[in-house]
């Protein structure tokens, strides 16, 4: 046999091999591809004009030790513990910030891209902040049983940026010893202050919680012992105080984290209070029921989820977990009451080095979707700018791959919720909305969380496409419909233009994520 002869032959067989796996290639596409009907999809629930919202923490407002970024500089030498900081944690893993500057224009311009929202100025640090009613400089050293200064100015600025960006104030008390009697009772004084500036500037507080995370009252400066029962009696005079003030603000409650799934590392095996004593404690006294939520803990405080993990199935059911946990206990001691996610994120302790980079997009998204399936009213992300789990970098302002996702949303899905029709399998999971300011039109997410594989779904109807890709899941680079997204120097963010695509097969390409908007659906639930 010549060798022209043998060429010919493998010739033939690569060709027919080549078939073979085109065949394959196509039956695994046409197996993968899931048909989904915008018309006729039901509605499932309604979540707040505000669903998707943010947190700047009260130790930004204030200045202080917040999570130190994982890219900050040569080690420091150990720092000694600070009181303006939770109980129990390495001082080594803060890092000093000088008060955020809300008014600075680009932070204001991006924010307000996402509007409207809420603003939730908040979180542990906020538990032991003294309010200084008054137009002095600060105090040096704040009165004994706090441990920092938050001034009008300060106080003034919040105000002034949600009234900029289009979002309403949600927030908590402080319950530090400095705001008790002799007997260790709460008092509300220091909230009637608040409550009373704030409308001497013409604003409101939407929303407010008794403390932040009760659950772990003892890390979050609550008197030494505090229990379940001393939150119960703390939390029904606030909601004596509360209908008296402002009885238009919702009161939500308790704000619980670390339970449904276990957040893992001995580091943060603390005393925790369970949510179920502590809705034994108050009875039925919140407007709405709130709670935290993390996946998991940070490597800075021992956790180990890494980034190929980031699109896995068990990775991003946790919050389902979760959800599922707390809507137990408020059918149980608040039934009918709405729930209200008031701070979640990649992981706690300032989130892991990925939550700033696109492979968090898919958690990120895909939270938004399922909680507004279970009618979770508001999701508030931690934080706008700080640490790594933030929207915008720190330093910059420069928007990281979750604003992108988070613009996207807010401009694509209306706060009724629709039915899909799908299953969560096939590496696929797809979500629908009403779609925003559009009567009848449906928009569609869809995340291919295969990082390997396409996959494919089908539309009767033509639809624009915006479809979110990066050259890498580690990195902030992201392209949507191929070009790279970027903010301009002054904070505006480019007019989205989707790509028109005709009724039919959709691919999806690994590890991508996709909106679809479909105008003339005509679906009655959305006209």
Not at 387 to 400: G, I
Request: charged content about 20%.
């Amino acid at each position: 046999m010549n060798l022209r002869m043998v060429g010919v032959r493998w010739s033939r067989i690569l060709a027919l091999g080549a078939l073979a796996v085109s065949a394959a290639g196509i039956a695994a596409q046409q197996k993968s591809s899931l048909a989904v009907a915008p018309s006729e999809m039901p509605k499932l629930s309604t979540v707040d004009a505000r669903f998707l919202s943010y947190n700047v923490e009260m130790v930004e407002v204030t200045g202080g030790r917040f999570w130190k970024p994982y890219q900050s500089g040569p080690a420091e030498a150990p720092k000694p513990t600070d009181p303006n900081q939770p109980v129990g944690i390495n001082p080594n893993l803060y890092q000093y910030r000088p008060p955020i500057d809300l008014g600075n224009p680009r932070l204001r311009k991006l924010a307000a891209a996402l509007g409207p929202s809420y603003l939730r100025v908040s979180g542990t640090w906020q538990n032991s902040t003294y309010f200084q009613n008054d137009d002095e400089p600060a105090l040096k050293q704040p009165p004994k049983g706090f441990n920092s200064v938050l001034t009008r100015a300060e106080w003034k600025a919040v105000v002034d940026f949600a009234r900029q960006v289009g979002a309403e104030i949600v927030t908590s008390a402080t319950i530090s010893p400095g705001t008790r009697d002799s007997d260790g009772v709460w008092t509300p004084a220091q909230a009637k202050a608040v409550f009373d500036y704030t409308k001497s500037l013409g604003g409101s507080i939407a929303a407010i919680e008794f403390m932040n995370e009760p659950t772990f009252a003892m890390m979050g400066g609550a008197p030494q012992g505090y229990d379940a029962a001393a939150f119960g009696r703390d939390a029904r005079i606030f909601a004596a105080f509360l209908r008296k003030e402002s009885p238009a603000t919702i009161f939500l409650g308790p704000g619980g984290v670390g339970e449904g799934i276990s957040l893992g590392p001995a580091g943060m095996k603390l005393k925790l209070i369970t949510t179920e004593d502590l809705m034994q404690a108050t009875g039925p006294i919140f407007d709405a029921f709130s709670y935290h939520f993390y996946g998991t803990v940070s490597r800075r405080c021992g956790g180990s989820v890494k980034i190929d993990q980031a699109l896995s199935a068990d990775w991003l059911d946790r919050t389902d977990t979760v959800e599922a946990f707390y809507a137990g206990l408020r059918d149980k001691y608040l039934p009918g009451k709405p729930m209200w996610l008031t701070e979640t994120g990649e992981a706690a302790c300032g989130g892991d080095p990925f939550a700033g980079q696109f492979a968090d997009s898919f958690r990120f998204l895909n939270q938004l979707g399922t909680l507004a399936q279970k009618g979770v009213k508001s999701v508030m992300h931690n934080t706008l700018a700080a640490s790594d789990y933030s929207l915008l970098a720190e330093d910059t302002l420069e928007p990281k791959p979750n604003y992108w996702a988070a613009l996207l949303w807010s401009r694509t899905m209306g706060p009724v919720v629709l039915d899909p029709g799908v299953a969560k399998d096939q590496g696929i999971r797809i979500y629908a909305h009403c779609m925003k300011e559009t009567k009848g039109g449906v928009a569609l997410l869809a995340l291919n969380t295969d990082a390997h594989s396409e996959q494919t779904i089908t539309i009767p109807l033509a639809a624009d496409r915006y479809s979110l890709t990066a050259p890498d899941l580690a990195g902030r680079k992201v392209l949507l419909n191929g070009t790279e997204l970027q903010a301009a120097s002054d904070g505006s963010v480019p007019e989205f233009k989707g790509q028109p695509v005709k009724a039919g097969t959709i691919r999806l390409t690994p590890a991508s994520i996709t909106f679809l908007t479909i105008p003339s659906a005509r679906n009655k639930a959305c006209m």
